[in-house]
């Protein structure tokens, strides 16, 4: 399974830490539906509904940051399962940040709304020393 954070991603953080090199954060955090295992570019099994929504985020505590706000995809297009979602820098195109697992699939119809309630996306940077 590819699903984590992307290798350009992870490279980068690293360098930042280990060699003193600048990492530029993205502006903005955009979510992707997909209906499998985005794969390691983001690329794979996107959902027939191609548009991106932004993602808002709390204050990272304990290594993690949970949405703080709902994400919601409305008049979805195409009925079937969403399975998965991936990360972006920008709206369109932009850059592969990660991607992850839903926590179960959820199939929807054509004109459903799909949303991932407040507090429902986490991201993670783990182990954290204790």
């Known amino acids: 399974m590819t699903t984590g954070i992307a290798s350009g991603v992870a490279n980068s953080l690293v360098n930042a830490l280990t060699r003193a ?3 530029t954060a993205p502006t903005a955090f955009w979510v992707k539906l997909h209906t499998g295992d985005p794969g390691s570019a983001g690329t794979s099994l996107a ?3 191609t548009t991106r929504q932004q993602a808002t985020f709390s204050a990272a505590a304990s290594g993690s940051g949970t949405t ?3 994400i919601t995809w409305t008049n979805v297009s195409t009925s079937e399962t969403y399975s998965h979602v991936s990360f972006w820098d920008a709206s369109s195109a932009g850059n592969f940040i990660g991607s992850a697992a839903l926590t179960s699939s959820r199939a929807v119809v054509a004109g459903d709304s799909f949303t991932i309630a407040t507090g429902s996306l986490t991201l993670s940077l783990t182990p954290i020393a204790a």
Request: hydrophobic share 20%; proline share 0%.
């Open 68 to 70: 703080s706000a709902d």
């Open 47 to 49: 959902a027939g509904n």
């Open 21 to 23: 090199t600048n990492y």
